[in-house]
């Protein structure tokens, strides 16, 4: 058995170990591990990213390594639109998973570098500037095997073309830079593929300062050995990127970095769509960025799941080129073992039918529930009923629909934690008090019923996962709960406070 301070030292990472995650090839060819996330910002991470992000962490400490924060933020497109707010939301959404990453680094302040070697290639004769039409390129050309006219310039024409490019000479899609990987790869994405164009759009961080952007996989086959990366793990729909890369590190006779895919993941219950979301969020549709619906780190702070579900769950997937979906219950399963034991208790009825209850004894003023019933040791907390010391008024109290219905006229049902009552016959919900030992309705067979009562109950509105608002009554004590807090509502489910004005506010978290 291991001992306290033995314990602490065995960190999460080597807790993590013992699962299925094979060994990085090739670590003893590198001076030192180095791996980088390379987000494009055009929102905050979702969970659809928390693999790609957990993974490169998870490597990066078992080796000790260096792990690099990359934003991928070339220009974009009409699509992909890059999100200036993504260059906070990015970071916060690391931190909550515990990733510890040495050093940022933004492509939009590596321009002048892609363009030197831009022009070394060019000067090599390895790539060309080509002003075809893309429509007649892509038919005349690409389909067809067949290089266009460009291809054969000399590199003194190509080098004025390229000037050209950057001074304004060709407008937007005027003309672009085109790799020679080869005309006749099977792969027609591979056929002399563009690797800068002309773009007049603002950067959020550079602004106009350029005009001529790399696409992606030209940048990242530059970086990634101007950054000495040594192993990227990465989804297998960037093999072709892989393949671009590899392209350029054979011109220059680069050590290869390792290159590791795994397969698509699929959340069966989480729809991802960041440029949904952020039409969504400008619209005010969402709440924000940490509205349920976009999936991202924030959400998932916000409902009060522990980054570490969100890893047990990413790295037991390990890492195969098999598709793998997935059910979010996943990581609920792994947020419930993780908080369940600490998730104090609390009483929680939506829309209550409120139900009139006389006969209780007047010297009753209060119910005792355990904080939590699997540890008894930790006493009780108590529920104000607010009620009057007189007899004859009755004591009202709040009840579920549901809960409601399911009793039938006559019978003993129990208030949780209360008393036990006879439900009258009649229109109004009334009942009379029955008996106060639970053993009473147990032998009958009767409902244990969770309920609110309506002199101190506290309103509360939980947000649920796919963004309605429902509204109930907790249960006084929810009054004093910190945000921040993961508690349960008996029966309903897990959920988070966020804010505890009036109505007091949680997201929901799970079942
Ligand atoms: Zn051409």
Redesign the pocket.
Known sequence: MMTAPEMLEASSVAAEESRNLSELSNVDKWPKVVMRLAPFPSGPLHIGNARMVVLNDYYVKRYNGELLLVFDDTIGSAEKVVEPDAFEMIPEGLEYLGVEWHRTVYKSDRLELFYKYAVDLIERNEAYV???DAEV?RKE?KAKEKA????ILSVEDNLARWEKMLDGTYPERGAAV?LRTGMADPDPAMRDHVILRISESEHPRVGTRYRVWPLLEYSWGIDDHELVVTHIIRGKDLVKEGKIEQHIWNIYDWQHPELIYYGRLKFQDAKLSKSKSRREVLEGVYTGWDDPRTWSMQSLEKRGIHPDAVRKAMLDLGLSVVDISISMKTVYSENRKLQDASAPRMFFVEAPVWVELTGLPPEIQEAEAPVHPDFPDRGVRQIPLGRSSDAAVPFVAGISERDLKRLTKGEIFRLKDLANFTLKKGRRPEATFHSVEVDNVRTVGGSIIHWIPRETAVPVEVTMIDGAVVTGHGEPSIKNIESGTFLQFERVGFACVFDVGDPVRVAFAHK
């Open positions: 080509c002003d075809c390129w050309h266009c006219k460009c291809s085109r």
